[in-house]
C-alpha cells in the first residue's frame, strides 16, 4: 500500500530533551515536506527536500533540523524541544509540483 | 505573500442537502490547487486536485471548481451524508519553497441525522 508512515503518533516529552520523528514513504517520491498544525494557524511549513541531500527551509523553521540521506526518508529533529513546540506535526510527499500530496497520519507531540 | 481563506469557519446540515464550501486566495500564481478532508486525531486524505489550467474536477458526489482569475475555488457536496461530517481544508501549491503547501484554515462541517 502506497502510504507515508510517521511514527511515534503521540509524543510527551520534557524541555531540552532531544527528539527524532521519523517519515518515510515507499512511493519514490521527490519531494517531502514538514508541516505543523495549530489551532487558529494552520499548517505551516517546516522544512522540505526536493530530493537526497537537497533540504530547504520552510516559513517556521526555527528549533528544527531535517536531513535527507536516502529518497524514502526524511526525519524532523528537535535539537532542544520548548513548550511552543508543542503541537500536530505531519509529514507529506509528492512526485512533483503537478502532482498531489500524500500525508502522513499525523504525530502529537507534547513538550512539557 | 500568498494567503488562504476558507468560508464559512464551521457549516451544519441536514442529511441529503446539497452544499458548497468556499476557498479564496490573494496571489493567482499557482500551480495547482488541492482539497483534503481531516478527521478527528487523523492525518489529511487528498480530495481533488485541478490543476491551474483546469477549471474543475469531480469525484463522486464531490466537484471542486477553479477560477484562477479572482483567486476562488468552491467544492461542491452533493446528497451529504453523517460519513462526510470532518473539516475540508483547501490548499494551493505556489512556485517556489519546495513545492509548498499553503493551507487555509478549514471548514469544519457537520451532516446531521
Known amino acids: 500500500e502506497a502510504q507515508v508512515t510517521q511514527n511515534p503518533r503521540y509524543l510527551i516529552t520534557v524541555t531540552g530533551k532531544k527528539l527524532t520523528v521519523t517519515c518515510s514513504q515507499n512511493m519514490n517520491h521527490e519531494y517531502m515536506s514538514w508541516y505543523r498544525q495549530d489551532p487558529g494557524l494552520g499548517l505551516r511549513q517546516i522544512y522540505y527536500s526536493m530530493n537526497v541531500e537537497v533540504t530547504d527551509k520552510g516559513d517556521v523553521p526555527e528549533g528544527y533540523k531535517v536531513s535527507r540521506k536516502e529518497k524514502r526518508n526524511f526525519p524532523l529533529i528537535l535539537e532542544s524541544p520548548s513548550p511552543n513546540q508543542t503541537s500536530l506535526y505531519f509529514c507529506?510527499?509528492?512526485?512533483?509540483?503537478?502532482?498531489?500530496?500524500?500525508f502522513g497520519s499525523g504525530t502529537r507531540l507534547t513538550v512539557v | 505573500k500568498q494567503e488562504v481563506t476558507q468560508i464559512p469557519a464551521a457549516l451544519s446540515v441536514p442529511e441529503g442537502e446539497n452544499l458548497v464550501l468556499n476557498c479564496s486566495f490573494t496571489?493567482?500564481?499557482?500551480?495547482?490547487l488541492q482539497w483534503f478532508r481531516q478527521d478527528p486525531g487523523k492525518g489529511l486524505t487528498s480530495l481533488l486536485l485541478i490543476q491551474s489550467s483546469q477549471r474543475e474536477q469531480t469525484s463522486g458526489r464531490l466537484n471542486a471548481s477553479l477560477d484562477k482569475s479572482s483567486g476562488r475555488s468552491t467544492l461542491y457536496i452533493a446528497a451529504s451524508q453523517p460519513g462526510d461530517s470532518a473539516t475540508y481544508l483547501c490548499a494551493v501549491t505556489v512556485p517556489g519553497g519546495g513545492n509548498k503547501l499553503t493551507f487555509g484554515t478549514g471548514t469544519q462541517l457537520k451532516v446531521e441525522l
Open positions: 507529506a510527499s509528492s512526485p512533483g509540483t503537478t502532482r498531489s500530496y500524500t
Open positions: 496571489d493567482s500564481a499557482i500551480y495547482n
